[in-house]
């Protein structure tokens, strides 16, 4: 059912289309960009965003990796109030631009979590004049499956970063943990989280042929224009760069990095470790940094007893933390609420990242002509 009160019918917002009904013949499969996290999901993400026709909102949606095993995939109607009394609260539901009735109603009226993503995204892209939108959140490439399902026809792209600087960059996020009895070695729990992470994505995007494509890092950033033409032919939509570069939204004009200061974000890995500890990550990934087509310090490296059962015994605990997270009884166990309930550091310029106010300036990005005089200081509120 459409979600419509008197201002929407006023202003001459179209209905949300019926989630359950399938995309309407206006509106275009959705994307998912996915991928090891730190690996550049977020600047493709705002490459769409800047390029025209996608919904904006600055916000990956956690349908798959956080709500619907938290929330046992919103199927009982206890299941979906218990989800809006976390979602409400936080940053995250602001960033749609839709009233927190509005929001209810689309959970309330939902029976998993694709119809409530689904719903959501439809009534974003209502509000803003969008043909189509995109997710970009980073491991629901662990859910290509549940994708296909939900949303037949979406296209994936699976964003691949070097394992090396990857792990870096986990390691200074801190979102990794090793064995209790590897406390010193933060750096290998990270690079094989993403060798399983990437050999995963793939073993699941491959089961959708033609819709799943793979970009790598060190494309993006040294052959972006070719990268956004293999990506603007996938998806069938136009990048055009110099758009792109004019309405730079997010980490289009603001570089998402964990190494401030640092202008390259490629092969970072070369300084970042002692020789020790890269040879060392070396034999625990080489098989899929060569599979991925990156190439090793030392070819010769091959991964000894040691290195082969550390390997098995970290893929097998990733493998059955994310099997008992789809178990309804234990998914609740398994993961937090946390991020939901995260809110803004503080007062930010820029508009895009509060929709709901500034619903002209979003429209006018989304259309697939900029105006004449378009300028980028326009998304950012100016000092009085």
């Known amino acids: 059912m459409p979600i419509l009160d008197a201002d929407i019918v006023e202003r001459g917002f179209p209905p949300l289309f019926d989630a359950a009904k399938g995309l309407p013949e206006s509106m275009q499969p959705p994307v998912f960009i996915v991928g090891c996290p730190r690996s550049g999901t977020t600047l493709v993400h705002c490459w769409l965003f800047s390029a025209g026709g996608f919904a904006v909102y600055r916000s990956e ?43 209810r109603e689309i959970v309330l009226k ?10 959501m995204m439809g009534e974003i892209c209502a509000r803003q004049g969008a043909v189509r939108w995109a997710d970009s959140t980073p491991e629901h490439g662990l859910a290509v499956e549940a994708i296909r399902r939900g949303f037949p026809g979406a ?6 970063r070097d394992g090396r ?23 290998d729990a990270a690079a094989l989280y993403w060798s399983w992470v990437v050999s995963e994505t793939r073993r699941q995007g491959r089961l959708l042929g033609e819709n799943y494509m793979e970009l790598r890092f060190d494309e993006i950033v040294g052959d972006r224009t070719g990268a956004m033409e293999r990506v603007s032919r996938f998806i069938d939509a136009p990048l055009d760069e110099e758009r792109i570069d004019r309405v730079a939204i997010g980490s289009v004009g603001k570089p998402n990095s964990s190494f401030k200061g640092s202008s390259n974000p490629l092969g970072r890995w070369a300084s970042a470790y002692e020789p020790e500890e890269l040879a060392r990550m070396e034999r625990l990934i080489g098989a899929e ?21 550390r390997r098995k015994s970290y893929r097998a605990r990733f493998a059955l933390r994310h099997g008992l997270k789809g178990v309804p009884a234990l998914g609740r166990r398994f993961v937090s609420p ?15 990242l509060r929709p709901a106010e500034n619903l002209d300036v979003i ?10 005089g378009f300028d980028r200081q326009a998304l950012f509120e100016t000092e009085a």
């Open 110 to 119: 939902s029976a998993s979590t694709a119809e409530f993503l689904s719903a």
């Open 61 to 103: 949606s956690h349908a798959y990796t956080l709500i619907a095993p938290r929330f046992g995939d919103l199927a009982t109607p206890a299941d979906r109030q218990s989800f809006l009394d976390v979602w409400l609260r936080g940053e995250w539901s602001r960033r749609t631009g839709l009233s927190a009735s509005e929001l």
């Open 165 to 187: 600087d990857v792990a870096a960059s986990m390691v200074r996020q801190g979102w990794i943990r090793p064995w209790p009895w590897e406390s010193d070695r933060l750096s």
């Open 289 to 309: 940094l060569r599979d991925f087509g990156f190439e090793l310090q030392d070819p010769e490296r091959r991964p000894g007893v040691v290195d082969g059962l």
């Open 155 to 160: 296209k994936v792209i699976h964003v691949v």
């Open 363 to 372: 429209r006018t990005i989304v259309a697939p002509e900029l105006p004449p």
């Open 338 to 352: 946390g991020l939901l309930l995260e809110t803004a550091d503080g007062p930010d310029p820029d508009k895009t």
